[in-house]
């Protein structure tokens, strides 16, 4: 990609409600644009970073064997009078009635759905465990939206049930699905602690949540719930066992905050100057940044470099706007690109500069030897 | 994938309501669930094909130079009061009063909301041409929804909008997107016309319709309109152009109905047995079915196909279900999985049958012989 015909639009100044270090770097970064309190959009690069995180989540549910699936936002209102929930839910579910005079409402979570669905599909114990997920967009009108996307009325995030025949199926369960947990916060570049939580009106007996460790004071980024049959006895949703008897289903519940991973990887990646991509969200793997774009040397040893990449089917950003020097290192170091290759002056003696942004360490490298270099750390990092 | 752990739960019978066949049959394969009148949960295998569908756009879009982000469903009305649309549009937009007594809706389109985030960002003519485009959850509360996921109150849209300096610009913007349409339905397996249409409220002084053959009576699947300067003169949106001068941007929109187009598939490709998926948007490619896994012989036949299938990377789902041969064939061609191996009694000859679900056509291969013959029809298919 070059950066004069993409739109990552970046800025000196973060925008003046702008509280925390995540939503003062998207917003300077151009990764997100604010089209509402507590509404944004997530521009190119801000895009990129999400639908990396989300692949992540994909992966590792995959590998557990849960099958993905996508409910409706738009909900019933007479499936959480089923469960008494319709009641027990806050102004923040956003409701209204449709042309035919039935209350609907943007579903803030899927208990009912799910349990609806696998009652009217599942019926004996042949079929379970199953775990079934969506990766889906959620609506909540906050009394105080705030923190960027963080805590924002529009969020993508991932959300599992599972269904077994017994507590001690849904023990394992939900063992498996906190091992996954740690697998997809490891693979974002975030740490993170795990402790005991208040299960609110998801309900359950039991229930932990996931902790981005930084300074945001908000940041659950994950929350399992151990359900039991709260919600399959409430909804009548039963399956036969293999002596026979009917038995509701025992069930867990497990979210994600999908959006929240990306503020959550900048709260714990970032240094004065900008972001800090770990390199498996980063928006892009490389950034070329030719110091002067008159200088023929220079431009013509970039745009090489940049083919390389592009062959190589690396991630890569070549800054060729016709910037100061003095600027594109400020915005490459915002950006938080993993890697830089910087083409200067030095361009004459075939040799040029990459820099580690995590470490803000620079190596120099003669220009034939960048691409493998670069090819090297990517593979060294991904098996480490 | 295994069927006996999956969730693709078939039915003989489509419900009541279930008007047009892409309805009946999707019921019917178990691709969607309905949770509310116009509302529908994409099981497992649905959801599947929703993605490659998507995956085709985007790969479409993206090679055209279009540049993907992602706007929020959730807009604020002010924003809508700036073109006089908010008056414009019926009862089918879903609003709602928030929290702080502001009026919002979740928008059915965003020309708005681009124009915002443009006049915001882009202020010279050396950043145009640029199309940015969104593939997102769409919200519409239909009259009278009906045909399954066609008209339905929720779908997924790929909405594209391009900003140019001129009226020439956006000649060249609408004439590369109206192509790469063509490559996008093509690629689906989907026969399609072209008619000029009413712009409605989008609005405009020209617009196209891209219409899918079939019997279905709705099934617009696309929609390109040049808008030139209505929204950007209505919302203020200039640029400085090459001789210093401000002028609104040239626009134009161009709308997609992902999830039309998986029906619409179906409506162009199926028989009085079931579907009959082209095999770039297939739930799976391959469907192996041991005919009887009672018989070593041909369950182990048909499990070290399978296992070199998973080897192969070749998306493969295995009947090893406990019903009977007749149920398995029947559930087979209602699935429209491109390539059934049936594995029978010929196993102990070394013999399999291939079914080639879109011809109805039987090849008998040797065991060794099938997963080559397999890889050979794909790169066939995928050549021609």
Do not use: C
């Given at each position: 990609m070059r950066w004069s015909k993409y739109f990552m639009p970046t800025?000196?100044?973060?925008?003046?409600?702008?509280?925390?270090?995540?939503?003062?770097?998207?917003?300077?970064?151009?990764?997100?644009?604010?089209?509402?309190?507590?509404?944004?959009?997530?521009?190119?690069?801000?895009?990129?970073?999400?639908?990396?995180?989300?692949n992540i989540v994909r992966r590792e549910m995959d590998r557990t064997g849960a099958i993905e699936l996508l409910m409706p936002a738009l909900q019933?209102?007479?499936?959480?009078?089923e469960t008494g929930r319709l009641n027990k839910m806050g102004p923040e579910m956003i409701r209204f009635i449709d042309r035919h005079n039935r209350l609907m409402l943007f579903g803030p979570t899927h208990e009912e759905v799910i349990t609806d669905i696998v009652r009217k599909n599942f019926n004996s114990w042949k079929h379970l465990p199953v775990t079934l997920y969506q990766i889906q967009t959620k609506f909540r009108d906050e009394m105080?939206?705030?923190?960027?996307?963080?805590?924002?009325r529009e969020f993508l995030m991932k959300d599992a049930y599972s269904f077994d025949v017994d507590e001690q199926g849904l023990e394992l369960s939900y063992a498996r699905m906190k091992e996954t947990y740690e697998k997809i916060f490891t693979s974002c570049g975030l740490k993170f602690c795990l402790q005991q939580a208040d299960s609110g009106v998801i309900g359950g007996k039991f229930s932990e949540e996931f902790v981005a460790q930084g300074e945001c004071p908000e940041l659950e980024i994950g929350h399992i719930f151990k359900l039991g049959t709260q919600y399959s006895e409430l909804m009548r949703a039963v399956f036969?066992?293999?002596?026979?008897?009917?038995?509701?289903?025992?069930?867990g519940c497990y979210g994600i905050g999908v959006?929240?991973?990306?503020?959550?990887a900048i709260e714990g990646n970032y240094d004065e100057k900008g972001i800090q991509w770990p390199l498996s969200i980063a928006p892009f793997v490389v950034l070329i940044v030719p110091t002067n774009i008159d200088n023929t040397q220079i431009k013509e040893s970039a745009e090489k470099i940049y083919?390389?990449?592009?062959?190589?089917?690396?991630?890569?950003?070549?800054?060729?706007?016709?910037?100061?020097?003095?600027?594109?290192?400020?915005?490459?170091?915002?950006?938080?690109?993993?890697?830089?290759?910087?083409?200067?002056?030095?361009a004459c003696e075939s040799k040029g500069e990459i820099k580690i942004r995590k470490e803000n360490r620079l190596v120099e490298v003669t220009i034939d030897n960048?691409?493998?270099?670069?090819?090297?750390?990517?593979?060294?990092q991904n098996n480490g």
């Open positions: 800025a000196k100044e973060a925008p003046k409600d702008a509280e925390t270090i995540s939503h003062k770097l998207m917003s300077r970064a151009g990764l997100i644009d604010k089209t509402a309190s507590g509404v944004y959009t997530y521009l190119p690069a801000g895009y990129r970073v999400l639908r990396k995180v989300e019933p209102a007479n499936l959480w009078q105080r939206p705030r923190f960027g996307i963080i805590r924002s036969v066992d293999n002596n026979g008897k009917e038995k509701p289903f025992v069930m959006s929240r991973i990306v503020a959550a083919r390389q990449m592009q062959h190589k089917d690396i991630e890569v950003l070549i800054d060729d706007r016709n910037e100061s020097v003095g600027s594109k290192f400020a915005d490459g170091d915002l950006s938080g690109i993993p890697l830089q290759i910087i083409i200067g002056k030095k960048i691409t493998g270099w670069i090819e090297d750390y990517i593979k060294q």
